[in-house]
């Protein structure tokens, strides 16, 4: 069964440094997502993008993000520089139409900022 | 802001009973609720999603309910066993591609 995969697992960063994160959603899937959980919080939308560009980005997402399509197979989330706060486990979804919403996610990558 | 509520943390039942886990929602009604399932330390899992315009959704031991008037889902899992135990979360979707997600239940099924 096709599923989103997320590289690496874990990723520990010293504060200031930047960081990305990969993820490589289901092949035929046209929506991307990015998702933070801060451990014992819950789910927090990060940013949606669809076509090549972003088409919805929540209030954490400030100008220290951003998001990359590469090549037709790769989904990055770039931190540029990181802070304490960062660090949390991020999951990148999928969606494969417009009419399908359920969101397919990977296992996570969890930061460590130091 | 949209605020979501599961009804408690955490949610101990017996195995072969009914765990029924509450979501409430404020302010704008969703396009879809959609529950998802989460296991410590992995990603959520999609279990159902239910339409504004549905009551009510079943697909084999789950079943989801929706009350828009009431600002609230019910999700059960009937004859429930002890790997049916973990976090199931709630999430609305107003159809603008965003999933707002609640804290959470954690459900315990025990032997």
């Known amino acids: 069964e096709p599923e989103v995969t997320q590289t690496p697992s874990h990723q520990v960063t010293q504060m200031g440094q930047e960081v990305i994160l990969r993820c490589v959603p289901i092949s035929n899937h046209l929506y991307f997502y990015w998702y933070r959980q801060i451990l014992g919080q819950k789910v927090e939308f990060l940013v949606s993008?669809?076509?090549?560009?972003?088409?919805?980005k929540s209030e954490i997402f400030d100008d220290q993000f951003s998001v990359e399509r590469p090549d037709g197979s790769n989904f990055t989330l770039k931190i540029r520089s990181t802070k304490l706060e960062d660090s949390a486990m991020y999951f990148c979804?999928?969606?494969?139409?417009?009419?399908?919403?359920?969101?397919?996610f990977g296992p996570g990558t969890r930061l460590t900022v130091t | 802001s949209q605020k979501i509520e599961q009804n408690s943390e955490a949610l101990n039942i017996q195995e072969g009973k009914t765990a029924t886990l509450t979501c409430n929602y404020t302010?704008?009604?969703?396009?879809?609720l959609q529950w998802y399932r989460q296991d410590p330390g992995r990603g959520p899992v999609f279990l159902l999603l239910i339409r504004e315009n549905e009551k009510e959704k079943r697909k084999e031991r789950l079943k989801v309910t929706f009350d828009t008037t009431l600002k609230q889902s019910l999700f059960h899992i009937t004859a429930s066993q002890p790997a049916d135990s973990a976090t199931y979360l709630c999430a609305l979707d107003r159809g603008t591609d965003k999933l707002i997600f609640g804290t959470g239940t954690r459900l315990q099924v025990f032997p």
């Open positions: 302010n704008y009604s969703p396009a879809y």
């Open positions: 979804a999928s969606t494969g139409t417009r009419d399908s919403y359920e969101q397919y």
């Open positions: 993008f669809y076509n090549n560009e972003i088409s919805e």
